[in-house]
């Protein structure tokens, strides 16, 4: 059974930092580029970031560049977003998810190419 499992949410000030944690089972991790989602109320399903399966590929939007960073440890089967600077837009529930690439491809950012998603951790950001 494939579980998807992310921690480290909460509760922050603007221009604080929050590190997300996402550690998988029953996953060929090393077979997957990972991403993460967010998902703020209203609006629909944004993908924040990706890193191919080795971690030396990664991909950010441009409403995070600068102030996400993704990483891997294919060794601990677990997927980092540490989030600096975090403004009250961030405000969101954040999803991993597994694409069915190994690269972070051209449809990084379609949440249909992802087949596992994790059930979320929310992180709100008060100005």
């Known amino acids: 059974q494939v579980q998807l499992v992310e921690s480290g949410g909460g509760l922050v000030q603007a221009g604080e930092s929050l590190r997300l944690s996402c550690v998988t089972s029953?996953?060929?991790?090393?077979?997957?580029?990972m991403t993460w989602f967010r998902r703020a109320p209203g609006k629909e399903r944004e993908a924040v970031s990706c890193?191919?399966?080795?971690?030396?590929?990664?991909a950010y939007a441009d409403s995070v560049k600068g102030r996400f960073t993704i990483s891997r440890d294919n060794a601990e089967n677990t997927l980092w977003l540490e989030m600096d600077n975090l403004k009250p837009e961030d405000t969101a529930t954040y999803y991993c998810?597994?694409?069915?690439?190994?690269?972070?491809?051209?449809?990084?950012?379609?949440?249909?190419?992802?087949?596992?998603w994790g059930q979320g951790a929310q992180v709100t950001v008060s100005s």
């Open positions: 029953g996953l060929d991790f090393n077979g997957y580029a």
């Open positions: 998810a597994a694409h069915d690439y190994q690269y972070c491809s051209g449809s990084w950012s379609e949440p249909l190419k992802y087949t596992y």
């Open positions: 890193i191919n399966w080795s971690g030396a590929t990664t």
